[in-house]
């Protein structure tokens, strides 16, 4: 197989899960980020239509869309170490909890935080900027006015009523995970890291900001800022803090522009 290609978001959690992924798997692999909004036709020629956002991972001669998707081909060109429990009755289990919270935190952060960021210009700005080329960096401004509309079209970002069920979404997926870990678990499945823990970890990071995460605390909106206020205290949160302390590996990435 050649190196991989991976067409990502910097800021995505999507994408971050599938850093993560990579990294944990030490694949050493290339990086392609467009800039911000051009990803929709990337990813449709990539994947001849059958997806319109990133992550796209180029693998083997294939362009696989959907972050669930992706994680199942690298666990099964680059088994070691696995993320999918060995035990039949785990593996199921773990990925129940992988389709839980793609489907029911994911969305949910995303729209939330960029209902802060909408109407915050300057925190826009500088997250549109994150990840991106020198070349691009210097239209901050023009890259912030284009996501915030852009955001507001796609992902229903000025939606002020959205943004309050959005967060009591991921204050239900924070209480979910909680119950699933109980008293003095460490992992969600059996006994070691696997994909449920790496998703809810990865997915929850723009509002747990973990050391080591794409965004740092000082990025943030004021209305994040206090959702995030609101969780760091929560087991919820240290969980997170603790999977990105332990796991998440540096990758070994060559990255450059699309």
């Not at 036709?41 to 294939?62: E, K, Q």
């Not at 935190?105 to 915050?120: K, M, T, W, Y």
Request: aromatic share 8%.
């Amino acid at each position: 197989m050649g190196r991989p290609t991976l067409w990502h978001i910097p800021i995505s959690h999507y994408s971050e899960k599938v850093r993560w992924a990579l990294a944990y798997k030490d694949v050493e692999h290339a990086r392609r980020a467009p800039p911000p909004g051009g990803h929709i036709p990337v990813a449709a020629v990539l994947t001849r239509g059958r997806t319109l956002t990133f992550p796209v991972l180029g693998l083997d001669g294939r362009n696989i869309g959907d972050s669930t998707a992706i994680l199942a081909a690298l666990e099964a060109a680059y088994p070691s170490p696995p993320l999918y429990p060995a035990d039949a009755a785990e593996r199921r289990r773990a990925l129940e909890l992988e389709e839980f919270f793609d489907e029911e935190l994911g969305p949910f952060v995303r729209q939330a935080v960029f209902h802060e960021l909408a109407s915050d210009p300057e925190s826009f700005r500088t997250v549109a900027a994150t990840g991106q080329p020198a070349a691009l960096r210097r239209f901050g401004g023009a890259l912030g006015a284009y996501g915030r509309a852009w955001t507001a079209l796609r992902w229903n970002a000025r939606d002020a009523g959205a943004a309050v069920r959005s967060g009591e979404k991921v204050r239900a997926a924070v209480d979910r995970l909680e119950a699933e870990l109980g008293e003095g678990r460490e992992y969600l499945v059996g006994d070691r890291f696997s994909v449920a823990d790496l998703t809810a970890a990865a997915l929850l990071y723009p509002v747990v900001l973990p050391p080591g995460a794409p965004l740092s605390r000082d990025q943030l909106p004021g209305g994040l800022s206090d959702l995030h206020a609101e969780l760091q205290d929560r087991p919820g949160a240290r969980w997170v803090d603790e999977m990105y302390r332990r796991h998440r590996r540096r990758a070994r990435a060559a990255t450059a522009a699309a």
